[in-house]
Structures are given as C-alpha cells and as structure tokens.
C-alpha cells in the first residue's frame, strides 16, 4: 500500500515502545532475525491491525500522549492509513493526540462520584491547576464512572512512565500531592523509563494518606463486597480469602477443580450442563449461554475465538471489577472451560482500560496460568490447546456492545456492527466466536461443582443461580452483594444496612435502566420480575436515592453520559442523545413542560426504534422512567 505520511517522525522512545508491542505480538511463522516492524507491508502487516490498540497504549504509557510522529509509525509498520490509524486515537477517552501534561488525573463526575465529592475535587484543581488540559506537568480532565462507586469519589491517575493507580476515596489534597510526586518521580527518572512499580506505590503512600488506598484498599475484599468472607457464597466466595496473585492459593481453595472436571467428561457433556442450568448472560442481555457456547462448537468455520467482555463501563457498575481485582485466577479458570467447550484455540478478554489494578492481576494469573501448564498448547497436559491474551480498552462506553469490542480488538474504531450475522456466526476475525460477560463465566465454575440441575433449582424461569448487584448511593454499606435470583430489592437494601428512611428512588439497573419508587420494594430480582413493574435488571446497578438527592441534576448527568459516549455511526443515536440533553436542560430552567416532555417521547421512541444498537436505543430508558413516575 502506498501510504502518504507527513514528515513527522517519532522520538526514540516512542519508537522503542511501538517496536517492543509489535516485537512482543510476532507471529509464529515470521521468519527468524526478521525486522520487528513488519518491513514486508501489504496483507501480511495489515493482518497485525490487531496490535494497533496496545500499540497505542504503550505510547501513551510512555510519553502521555501520541504525536503525529507515534501515529506516522505505526501506520508505516502496519501498513495502515494515517487516516485509520488517526481515527482510532480519537475515538477513545484516554488517548491524547495533542500535547499535554504527562501526569493526569482523571476525575470522576457521574452520577456517584460527582455529588459524593468529586465536584469539589474539580473546584479545587481548577483553582490550583487551571481549567482542565492547562497544566504543563500536572492536569486534571473530567472523567464518567471509573467503577469505583462503592468509595465515591474516585480518581484515576495516568501517569507518563509510570503505572496508573486509581485512589479511591479520593480527596483534593491527596490527588495534588500525588500528581507532584508523580512528576518528582519524572524528573529524577533515567533515560530507559525503567519504573519500580512497588517504589512508585511506596512514594504516593508516604506522599498521602488517600493515595495509599490505591492497591491495598482494593486487596481488602471487605471494602466492596461486605459480605465476605462467607464459605457459602459461590461468586464471592474466594474474595478476601485467596492470595490474588498466587496461583498455589488458589488451587488450595478450589482452583482448578472444574476445569479438571469439564476435561474429564468432555466438551458436549460441559456444554449441556450449562444447558440445564439455565445460565443466562449477566451483563444486560440475558442470553442463555448454553445457546451460544453450542452454536459456536458446531460451527464449521475454524478457527474458533472467545472473548471475555470485562469492559464493565455502564455507570454504578463496579462487581466484575471486585471479581477481577480478588480472583483473577477464577476468570482464567472459566475462560479455559469456555474455550474447551466451544472448541476455541484462543481467547481475548478485553477489560476496561480505568482498572489498572484488575489489569495488572490479571497479567500475572495468565502467565501463571501458562507457566504451571494451565494455558498453552496442552491444558492441564489433556492435549487441549488454549491461551489467552489480554486487550486494555482506553475509555470508550460503547466497547461494551459485542460487535463494537470485536472492532476494537481487531484495531478499528469501536462502532457496532450490524447484525445479523451474529459473533457466533461471524464474529472476532470474521470466526464464529464466544463472547461473555465476566459474571457469566465466574457462574460456570459454579455450574461445573454442583451440575446444571442444581443449578437451575436456585430462582427460576429464565432467572437461575445467584446473581451479583452494585448497591450505592444513599445506604449505609454500599458495594457488591451475592444473594440467589428472586431475593427482593427489600432484602438487598436490608444486607446494605437497611433501607433509608427517605428513600426517594432507586435507579436499577444503571444509566441504561429505570426508577423504581419506594413501594415497589418487594419486587423479585428477577428478569421476570422486573419486568412485571417495567423495569429492568440491566448490569446490577442499585443506586439510592435519598430525599438531598437532586434528581434533575442526576438525569442531566446520565443525559450527557450518553451524548459523550455515542459513537455517532447512526443518527439516531447521535442526534438524539444531544437533543434529549437539550430538552431535559430547557426543562430544568423552567421550559413549558408539556412542549418538553412531548419532544422527549418522540426522541425516545425515534432512538429506540432506529438506533443501531443497545446504546442508542436504551440512551431515553431513565429519562422516560423518571417522566412516567412523576420523578421530573
């Protein structure tokens, strides 16, 4: 391909950063002491488009942003048009493509860290910073939900050179005095950017008090899943009391035990186990997941992929992240069985680029995973080949949907795709391919230990086995809580410390769900159930709203979400979240309300109706719920 690029060139650093990413995804068959960057250009180099993401992301770990010199060679590597390669970089939150500040901290502003204290820390870095993106070391962006809303108000550092840490409560003071020592620890850096992760943790520990709940208030499983540690829960129930990074703890308390069961009765038997169990997607959609792990093993097409979606971006969401974060080896454990199932080779979990600790843990339980004979090209010494790789996402909600993930691990913008054909027709790759939410498959392990039947026994319906909600706002003991499908909203808000006296609301199901009022408490968390009451389960948000709540705020808010996070590929999606924020701002300085909530429900309607996928059509889901309660 004749690429025209302009003459910018790239820093050695930059280049040396690009080069290890390409040198470390090398194909098998590239000929020995051949150039890493893929001299021969043509179809060869565009089949590695897939490296484009990490690619990006090792530059902006380096440097904090990418210039045109970064993005000129990786399209040349490539063999990539500028134009793609550019248009890639800007559709994600967390890349840069001018330059700024090297040491960021993105503030939470959604619907939980912003009236928990994150609208203070912005006055206070704005004061003390400037207006976001003006600090020439240190600056500061507004950010949507980091997942941490359990510990409102949350902040993310990204920090040039070194490891992004998450501080979480956060404070104004803790958040300035990390980002100096960050840049301290900048300056006095040499010319190889060879960090001592543990030394940077150290040095933000001495430098605040907040910043030292980084890593080890996120090892505290008690902090976001009150409830552990507590034998008899099955996905919590290694959380707090497993060594995250040992691969021996966890083979002590378990690990392993299913895997070695599903190899020893083999893939169909695997397969109608989950059948039986009546196991349904967990992150919205509820797809029986037996229907889709059989589908794909039947297909002809090879090879086979699995993808793990631990993009877990819906605002008020944070249980995959507890999951990843205690028991990462759990997840490996059920993307294996997964992959052996469904007869896949290669499995891609993709996770949310804003949980720097999950990352981290994750990476090293896939190489012990590999080391200890676990993942490779024979599993457990069964003959069964699988290995996973790790894909960071860098801030984009819409990654959530399947076919927009799949674009983006194969290194385009992250737009849905039509459908059908569907991924378990044509999916990672053009392959037939196994897509889950992180919950889902945490749930196969407890299929695979007591059997499907048993499984089933637990709800009903279409709502079996136990099921994980995010409980924050105005309760007393906010975070993930396991109780059996069919508990009550009662009975969850009972194990969070009691339901609040002035209770107003409860936003379920996240930004992409509903209200419920006061006195429909005692509907079942179900599918079923929701529904009955017209409203819906979603990723398992369970938001409280207290009588200070400032309800109209908090639907400009989610209004904004969706107009920020629209990818724009279809106009219904992109002219209609704009429009809704519009209305609903004309409505909260005292626009005639009839006029308004008429445009709103033709908005709903047209978005629902038209948009091409989840987000779009689910964009009006809170507004019109809140509009039918009486709520605005």
Known sequence: MDLRLSSAEPTDVERRAIDDVFAAHRAP??????DQRFPDSGHAARGRRHILLPALHAVMAEVGYLSSGALNHVARTLAVPPADVYGVATFYAMFATEPRAPYVAHVCDDVACGASGGEEIIACLTEELGHAGEGKEVSWVRSPCLGLCERAPAVLLQLAGQPDTSIAPAAAPDVQVALRVAADIGEAQTGDRAFDQHAVER?????????AAADRAFADGSVSAPQTPDPT???LGRVGVVEPDSFDDYRAHGGYAALRRAIQVGPARVIQEVTDSGLTGRGGAAFPTGVKWSGVAAAPVRPHYLVCNADESEP????DRVLMENDPFGLIEAMTIAGYAAGCDRGFLYIRGEYPLATRRLQHAIEAARTRGHLGPDVMGSGFAFDIELRRGAGAYICGEETALLNSIEGFRGEPRNKPPFPSVSGLFGCPTVINNVETLYNVLHVLDIGGPAFAQVGGGRSTGPKLFCVSGAVAVPGVYEVPFGATLRELLTLAGGVPEDLRAILLGGAAGGFVLPDQLDVPLTLEGTREIGATLGSGVVFALDSTADLPATLRRIAAFFRDE??????????????QEESLARLTRGAPPDVERGLLDDLARVMQDASICGLGQTAPAAVMSALKLGLL
């Open 29 to 34: 068959h590239d000929r020995p002491g051949a």
């Open 203 to 211: 040095a933000l520990d001495r430098a605040s008090a907040g910043a």
């Open 233 to 235: 829960l099955r996905l």
């Open 316 to 319: 008020g969401t944070f249980k």
């Open 566 to 579: 629209s990818c724009g590929q279809c106009v219904p999606c992109r002219v209609g979240t704009v429009r």
